[in-house]
Structures are given as C-alpha cells and as structure tokens.
C-alpha cells in the first residue's frame, strides 16, 4: 500500500490482527492520540484498501486487552495467557505506556487512578484542569507536587501531635472552645485541608467517580468535627442547649483520629496491603467462619466441663465464648482459665488448633501481597517511541 494515499473517512473501522477481525468507533481510538491506533499519520501504512480494513500481524490474544485499553479510557488488563515479556513487547509496538499493571486472580488490573490515562479534552477545563489534577494526586509527577504533598503529611502530623497534646488537662474543654492554642493549630491544619480537598473535587474530570473513593470520604471526616464542633459553640454561648444534648457531639471528636488515614494516599505500599486484603476477601471470610466456629464450639465445651466448680468464671455460653476468643488469639489475658484437668487439656487442644487453623489463610494472604509487593518493585516503564 502506498503510505500517502489517505485513509477512508469512516465512523468505525475494521482492524484484522492476524486474521482476526475487530471492529470499533473512530472516535474510541481517538482517546488516546499518542498511540499507533490513535495516530490517523501512524495507522494509515496499515490500511489494506481492497478489504477495507487494518492489517496487523501481531498477537492476537494480546489485541483483547489493546482494544479495551481505548474502550474503557485507559484501564488495562493482561490475558492470563500471555507472558509478561510479549505483552510488554505488545504494547511498545501500539505505543502504550500504562503506569504499571499487576497480576491478579482473575488477570491483570491496573494500581494507577485511570483519571490519570484521560487526555486533555476530556476534561472541563482542558490542559489546565489537567494539570491541576496531576499536580494534586501525583505527588511524583513534579518538584512542585511533591512539595504539596510534603506540606500535606506535615500538617497531617502536626494535626495529630496537637490532638494528642490536647489530651492533656483539658477533658473540660467544650466544643467551639476558640480561646485555646490548641484551636489555633487546629484551625490551620483544617483550613489547609479544606483548601486541598476543595480544589481535588474542582479539578476531578468525574466528580461522581471522585465522591465514590473511599479516601475521600476519609478526608471528610477528617474536617467535619472541627466545623461542627465550631457551629456547636455558638449555639452553646447562647444557652439553647444542655449537657445531655451536647454529649453525642463530643464524641464526634473520634472522628478526628480519621486525620491519620490521609496518610494512606502518601503511601503506594500502604495502598497496595489495602488492595491486597480486598483481593483476599474470600480467604479473610474463611479465616472469620473458622474462627467463630472454634469459639463456639470450644467455648460451649468449656461451659459444660467448669461450670460446676466453685466460684467459677465460666457462668455461661458467652462467658465462655470471651474466653475462647482470647485463648484462640494465644493472648491470653488471666481473667478466665480451667481449673480441672480435663479443662486444661482441652485449652491445650484449643491452642494448638487455632495456631494450625488460622495460619493456613495467612499463608495465602502472604504469598499474594509478595506477588503485589515484587510488581510494585519493577521499574516503570519509559513511553515508546513510534516511527512514523
């Protein structure tokens, strides 16, 4: 085919990947101008004008997961089939550079924001809200960016060091007490938040895809007290309330321990145990039901065998049942033990059945977060260069 003569102006197109044929929209592979697919310069030598279609010799299997990079904006998976070194090999010819893919149950999933893959257009304010974005979530993307996110854990710390010196000698406090230092400190690491998490949803390219993260939702909660504690105040100057009605909103101070989490959102080895455990639902569920059929099962024995002794401590079932949780766990606090010998035989059961038992899932939970935590080590991958 000759490389000059131009491409049929088409609202899909038929690619054929060594003799497999897919079909999509024009305007799914211009997502992502970068890319051979996306390139209408890079993709025409490629046009086949008798059959009206794309020819690509290359891995068929691999193509699966090329297409529905376009069609979900830049999420990506690896076909279990497929080596990590030809799907590498892969996506350097399409000209896709992903952050970095990870290997999972049910194939591949990518740890990176895919708000992160969208181009320019795709956001409200185009190239500015682009970099806005990038600049508050991706701490590693500039020196500026990061010296956001240095002031962010520093505040962080210093929220907290102030809620734990605070804890000393003022339990009178009041809510919208304004005439503390402790509300000073307090009053600047709010605001600061504030400001970060204001301008985050402002340049969010999805705000419903922004209010549906969970550490979000963290940071929220990490600001409310202080706003309600503050509204509290003044309602408390005027007299309109009293202590019964003001308890339940001191204990909204709890929330404020919330401040730590943000602390997540610094950390990708923190992310990735968090994502690690959400992979390992099932395994955590079979750890849970094993454990409450253990404490059940052997806290009901317990009962029958040392509720006859005198002044026992095992009055009944539930009592029991606290003491198997605390056997199980090999804690062991002192509050509760057999004074028989057959009581003393079945804790030694006990205790050897709950080592057995509850390490089996951890193994599997192990052997996954090493899998997650060697792929976080990879070094990551430079953008491809394509020739036109």
Same mark, same amino acid.
């Given at each position: 085919?000759?490389?000059?003569?131009?491409?049929?102006?088409?609202?899909?197109?038929?690619?054929?990947?060594?003799?497999?044929?897919?079909?999509?929209?024009?305007?799914?592979?211009?997502?992502?101008?970068?890319?051979?697919?996306?390139?209408?310069?890079?993709?025409?030598?490629?046009?086949?004008?008798?059959?009206?279609?794309?020819?690509?010799?290359?891995?068929?299997?691999?193509?699966?997961?090329?297409?529905?990079?376009?069609?979900?904006?830049?999420?990506?998976?690896?076909?279990?089939?497929?080596?990590?070194?030809?799907?590498?090999?892969?996506?350097?010819?399409?000209?896709?550079?992903?952050?970095?893919?990870?290997?999972?149950?049910?194939?591949?999933?990518?740890?990176?924001?895919?708000?992160?893959?969208?181009?320019?257009?795709?956001?409200?304010?185009?190239?500015?809200?682009?970099?806005?974005?990038?600049?508050?979530?991706?701490?590693?993307?500039?020196?500026?960016?990061?010296?956001?996110?240095?002031?962010?854990?520093?505040?962080?710390?210093?929220?907290?060091?102030?809620?734990?010196?605070?804890?000393?000698?003022?339990?009178?406090?009041?809510?919208?007490?304004?005439?503390?230092?402790?509300?000073?400190?307090?009053?600047?690491?709010?605001?600061?938040?504030?400001?970060?998490?204001?301008?985050?949803?402002?340049?969010?390219?999805?705000?419903?895809?922004?209010?549906? /993260?969970?550490?979000?939702?963290?940071?929220?909660?990490?600001?409310?007290?202080?706003?309600?504690?503050?509204?509290?105040?003044?309602?408390?100057?005027?007299?309109?309330?009293?202590?019964?009605?003001?308890?339940?909103?001191?204990?909204?101070?709890?929330?404020?321990?919330?401040?730590?989490?943000?602390?997540?959102?610094?950390?990708?080895?923190?992310?990735?145990?968090?994502?690690?455990?959400?992979?390992?639902?099932?395994?955590?569920?079979?750890?849970?039901?094993?454990?409450?059929?253990?404490?059940?099962?052997?806290?009901?024995?317990?009962?029958?065998?040392?509720?006859?002794?005198?002044?026992?401590?095992?009055?009944?079932?539930?009592?029991?049942?606290?003491?198997?949780?605390?056997?199980?766990?090999?804690?062991?606090?002192?509050?509760?033990?057999?004074?028989?010998?057959?009581?003393?035989?079945?804790?030694?059961?006990?205790?050897?059945?709950?080592?057995?038992?509850?390490?089996?899932?951890?193994?599997?939970?192990?052997? /996954?977060?090493?899998?997650?935590?060697?792929?976080?080590?990879?070094?990551?991958?430079?953008?491809?260069?394509?020739?036109?």
């Amino acid at each position: 085919m000759d490389p000059d003569e131009e491409e049929p102006n088409f609202d899909t197109i038929t690619i054929n990947v060594s003799g497999k044929r897919f079909e999509t929209c024009l305007k799914t592979l211009e997502r992502f101008p970068d890319t051979r697919l996306g390139n209408p310069a890079l993709r025409k030598r490629y046009y086949n004008k008798t059959r009206e279609e794309y020819f690509f010799d290359r891995n068929q299997e691999a193509f699966h997961a090329i297409l529905y990079y376009y069609q979900s904006r830049g999420s990506l998976y690896i076909p279990p089939a497929i080596q990590e070194q030809v799907f590498y090999q892969e996506l350097d010819f399409w000209g896709i550079s992903p952050e970095q893919p990870r290997r999972g149950e049910n194939g591949f999933t990518l740890m990176d924001d895919a708000d992160h893959q969208k181009q320019p257009h795709e956001f409200r304010w185009g190239k500015v809200q682009k970099m806005m974005y990038v600049f508050l979530n991706k701490p590693k993307s500039s020196f500026g960016a990061r010296i956001w996110a240095s002031v962010d854990i520093f505040v962080i710390l210093c929220s907290v060091i102030n809620l734990v010196v605070e804890s000393y000698g003022n339990k009178n406090r009041s809510p919208g007490d304004t005439d503390t230092p402790y509300f000073a400190v307090d009053a600047t690491c709010v605001t600061f938040f504030s400001v970060d998490i204001v301008l985050r949803c402002l340049v969010a390219p999805d705000i419903a895809r922004f209010f549906k /993260k969970p550490l979000n939702w963290f940071d929220f909660l990490a600001i409310m007290p202080f706003y309600l504690e503050l509204s509290l105040g003044g309602v408390m100057r005027t007299g309109a309330m009293n202590n019964n009605i003001i308890m339940p909103f001191k204990i909204l101070r709890i929330f404020r321990i919330t401040r730590v989490l943000k602390l997540i959102r610094h950390s990708g080895r923190l992310i990735l145990m968090i994502q690690v455990l959400l992979d390992c639902v099932y395994e955590l569920a079979m750890l849970l039901v094993i454990w409450l059929m253990g404490v059940f099962i052997f806290g009901t024995i317990m009962f029958y065998i040392e509720h006859e002794q005198e002044n026992t401590k095992f009055e009944s079932i539930m009592h029991s049942c606290w003491w198997s949780v605390v056997s199980m766990s090999t804690v062991g606090y002192g509050d509760m033990f057999p004074e028989t010998a057959l009581g003393k035989v079945v804790t030694a059961v006990l205790v050897f059945c709950s080592m057995v038992f509850l390490a089996l899932p951890m193994t599997i939970i192990v052997s /996954k977060f090493n899998k997650a935590f060697e792929t976080l080590k990879k070094p990551r991958r430079k953008t491809p260069k394509l020739e036109k």
